[in-house]
């Protein structure tokens, strides 16, 4: 069992990993929001690509 003078180390360890799980999630959370900031992007760029596309074709379909 831990003695009474190991005990502020324990509780400094406790603290260490209690912050480091902190920056954990917090890295979690802004990476999630990269993702998906990422993925909206995609789909805008997405959106636009196809609208060009078919706006292409329409004119190549129209072309004399």
Known sequence: ????????AR???V???EDGQT???RK???LTRLVYQHSRDF???NRTTKDAVE???RWLRNAP
């Open 11 to 13: 509780r400094k360890q």
């Open 43 to 45: 789909q805008d760029h």
């Open 28 to 30: 979690r959370e802004f």
């Open 55 to 57: 706006t292409a074709y």
């Open 1 to 8: 069992p831990p003695t009474t003078s190991a005990l502020p």
């Open 23 to 25: 920056l954990l999630e």
């Open 15 to 17: 603290r260490f990993l």
